[in-house]
């Protein structure tokens, strides 16, 4: 996941199956105008996966992702 902005803070970073659960949680501090993170679903098993983030307290994106 890249963000390229200027606000600074947490980041919220939530991964969601596809029942809504949600199976991942990462919380990372940007401190630059750019935050490049990966996300380690290896022990996910394949499927689709709803990925959230959040910024300052608000919705920034929402993206669909499929492991395969």
């Not at 970073?13 to 401190?31: F, G, L, N, P, S």
């Not at 290896?42 to 920034?60: C, D, I, S």
Request: with cysteine.
């Amino acid at each position: 996941i890249r963000i390229d902005n200027d606000a600074q803070g947490t980041i919220l970073i939530d991964v969601y199956d596809y029942t809504c659960k949600e199976v991942r949680a990462i919380r990372v501090d940007k401190a630059g105008t750019v935050l490049q993170e990966t996300l380690n679903l290896n022990t996910l098993p394949n499927g689709m996966y709803t990925v959230r983030v959040m910024q300052e307290g608000k919705f920034r994106a929402i993206r669909k992702l499929i492991k395969q």
